[in-house]
């Protein structure tokens, strides 16, 4: 058969005019890559599921952290719907007295107490009605007496005594007070010697159900135990009926009845023109309509849910900082993921993909995690927060009314982590996306090029980063206290954006640090070497690693400072009583209240001094202390200063120390101290002259100024006392070796600064002075010898009892001594109070945040290291293939986390405590800020210590040898 021969088709360049190339884009073209970066993000997610939880958990738990204490933080707010249920229970409304001095006074719509007036001025005709005689017509009433009974604590708890206990009579389960009342254990009381308790009571005087109580008003079996809304569990409450036991006859000398509330029942509700009346005749009312819709605003209520501004500065910076941090951490661990994806990306960017595309396959999967971190962070915060709240109600704690969940703080929260993740995931895409097609494909290690623009970038943020800073500080320290209080959220968002700023710019200059640590590095250790050059010739490797435990440290170092400053303030603010341990027992009888009132009869020193010596081991001694006294003063013939302050042997006057001109504290008009450490403003009887028990001026000598300062006293101070001269306390009240004795009489007080009461001066004596400082500020202004006192007509009698003590009393020595000195002073109840000191756990505590804090910087050391050796793995296998030895390869695995640890702390440590201490000088949250050196210390030489000796511990001695991987 014959063959036809081959011929070979004519082929033609020219395309036919149908199958012309379309170069115009595709309609929706954009949402179409985005949707397949979606898809392949998802996949790329599912397939390395570790490193995604990692990421969720990093942005999870901050989220989760902000929104619970946002909510924790509203929790303990009460709204008026709750004070309504637990303050009314179901009643209408509660009528009680109100304090007023004359019939303009108005109360607060929904806290009652709080009342508010513009006529300050005493109306000597205006008598406050009694709220029983002003019950409206149409009510059923409910009655609820507070008052005080003595019951007997058994000898096992310490020593039988008698306890002070707080009483309520009422009709607690009566159905109107439901939601105020609630019975937990037992049953309703139904004898007349039957009574209802508090959980507290219980543990208080160590009974169950079914023992009896013995009270100075007679014994009852407890049958039940009653939670009140207003009072945690904790606290020992007894519940009697109305007309139960003491209610039903007058009451006992020294225990007068309480103040008696009564409750309306009916289906009117009181409306606020009642209350206005009402509040003409003295009677204050809670009403539940007004309290649910108040006619106007509820100024009380606003200051209460009202967060302190020092707060909201300070958490506003820990929160931002913090997501900073896991943003950068979870940055770390998106470029370790990308590194690993760079591949697929090069394939991807092969088959036609542009590099937008190739950027949101990457930045997708921020997203993806992002969103699934935030909410589930928002739902575990709300969900942890709610969950508090449930156990402390359960548990019956007061501090949260409710649960409540805040809108705004929780989206805030949300939007702010998927902020962090989104961009953890932008800066390793935009710098794989920019990788050359061709090296990716072809090279097993494809190095980006290290530009300047990172340096650059952040030589200017960190420009604007200072002046941002500086900014806040010259605004906080320019004009007065006022306006610097209008300022507050500008400070707070200058303050707050440049340590953030700050952060970033260390971040970007972290690279050039890296270059030039390790630009000369020849005369360190192999490991020290090999792990510098490592970290110069990886930075795409090193820098997020560093930049990480940068951000933890910088948020552990602000926290450091924030907290000891506020501890160094709390310990600067106590008011002292006395020194440490130290107990105060009023010696001074009563003035006479009324005309033709006999004096209290007087109080002997050593029956005093006995019964603390009998029922206490601890006292060392005991020092009585003379001081002007007012037990001939009639408070009540001469309050309109019609008769002088002394005559006929009345003496009405007490005794201060004048301040010399120029050394006046420095305040503002509206009385704000304009610098808390001034030496003017600070030392005993300041601020404000407080006073405690102490007699003002001491009358002495050497025994009482020892007792006072607890010290002895230098020999110029002995010579002063001897020579008719005064030791003063505080050298504000000294000036040119002098000081200014002033009377004046109690019973005309003049309006002072601000809230403040003052008196005018009615004589002025000047005495040598010299000043002889207690080690803490004790409420006291000077010594003086007796014959100093009469010269200058002071009637001086027994002011107090000061005793010593070795130790802290427990509770039950406090109930011993108390029920022995009450029948010394023959009264049923004294308190008992001992001068505990400052904070003595505030050390502790500090540390305690220092632990937390290295925690956190370690745990972050710790997870970038890992990513980083994760990334470094096949070095490693390199080493090992070429016949490292295991120990030379932990070696450089410890060498690697010390270089990078060591240089994110130091750098976290200046990037915190600089804002932290601005923020606080600006603000003037605290007086100065404070710096705790030692602990940051710690926390510099510690993390990368401790955070070397994990990595060497974990670091694997052996790996397989394999064959290296495509981009890795």
Known sequence: MRQRPCTIPRFSWRRPAEMALDVAPVPHGRWHSFGLALRMARRDISRHRGRSLLIILLILLPVAGMTGAAALAQSMQETPAERVQYQLGSTQARLRSMPASNAETVQDPVLETATMTRNFTVDPDFTPRNPRDAIPAGYEVLTETQLTLMVRARASLGGASDVPVMAKAVDALNPAFTGKYTLLE????????????????????????????????????????????????????????????????????????????????????????????????????????????????????????????????????????????????????????????????????????????????????????????????????????????????????????????????????????????????????????????????????????????????????????????????????????????????????????????????????????????????????????????????????????????????????????????????AKRTHMWAAQENQVSLPLETAPIQAPGTASAPPIDPAAVAAALHRELETVQWTQVLKGPVLSKCNMQASAGGSLPATNDGVDCRQYKLAVPAGQECPATPQGRVLDGKDWRCNGSMFPAGAAGQLPPVVVGGADELRALLGREPSPAAVEALNTGGMVVSNPVFEKDGKTTLQSYDVRQPVPGPGPAVSYKPQSNTVLPAVVEAPEVPVPFYGVIAPGTASRAGMHVGNSVLLAQLSAYPEAAEQDRASAALAQVYRIQALGFYVEPGADRTGSELLWLIVGTSALITLSAAGITTGLALADARADHMTLAGVGAPPRLRKALAAAQSLMTASLGTSLGVAAGVVPAVLLIGATRMFAEPVVPWMPLLALLVGVPLTGSALAWVFARARLPVSRRRLGS
């Open 186 to 569: 037992g049953r309703p009381a139904a004898a007349r010697d039957e009574i209802l308790v508090s959980p507290g009571a219980l543990e208080r005087f160590g009974i169950r159900l079914g023992d009896r109580m013995t009270t100075a008003d007679g014994s009852f079996a407890v049958v039940g135990t009653v939670r009140d809304a207003t009072y945690s569990d904790g606290n020992p409450i007894l519940f009697l009926q109305p007309g139960q036991a003491a209610i039903d006859r007058p009451a006992a000398q020294g225990n007068p009845l309480g103040e008696t509330m009564y409750y309306l029942m009916g289906p009117k509700p009181v409306t606020w023109d009642q209350i206005r009346d009402l509040n003409k005749s003295g009677v204050a009312v809670l009403s539940r309509a007004v309290a649910l819709k108040p006619p106007v605003t509820s100024g009380a209520a606003a200051n209460a849910r009202a967060m302190p501004a020092a707060g909201y500065i300070g958490g506003v910076l820990i929160g931002a900082l913090a997501l900073l941090e896991v943003g950068l951490l979870a940055g770390a661990a998106f470029a370790v993921g990308a590194k690993r994806q760079v591949r697929e990306l090069a394939l991807l960017a092969a088959s036609g993909a542009e590099a937008p595309t190739v950027r949101a396959v990457v930045t997708a999967a921020g997203l993806w995690l992002g969103t699934i971190a935030v909410v589930a962070g928002a739902v575990l915060g709300a969900g942890g927060a709610a969950a508090v709240v449930g156990v402390a109600r359960h548990l019956g704690s007061v501090r949260f009314p409710g649960i409540h969940l805040d809108l705004l703080p929780t989206v805030a929260a949300m939007a702010m982590g998927l902020l962090a993740c989104f961009l953890a995931a932008v800066v390793p895409a935009r710098q794989v996306a920019r990788q050359a097609l061709l090296g990716a494909l072809k090279s097993g290690r494809s190095l980006a090029a290290s530009g300047t623009w990172p340096a650059r970038v952040g030589a200017f943020l960190l420009v604007v980063a200072i002046i941002c800073l500086a900014a806040g500080r010259t605004l906080g320290l320019t004009g007065d206290l006022d306006a610097v209080a209008a300022r507050t959220p500008l400070l707070a968002a200058l303050l707050t954006g440049g340590a953030i700023l700050a952060v970033a710019a260390l971040v970007l200059l972290t690279g050039t640090f890296v270059k030039i640590l390790t630009a000369r590095t020849a005369w360190l250790p192999l490991p020290l070497r090999m792990a510098a050059r490592d970290s110069a010739r990886n930075r795409s490797r090193t820098v997020p690693a560093v930049a990480a435990v940068l951000a933890a440290a910088t948020l552990a170092s602000a926290a450091m400072v924030l907290s000891a400053s506020q501890m160094a303030e």
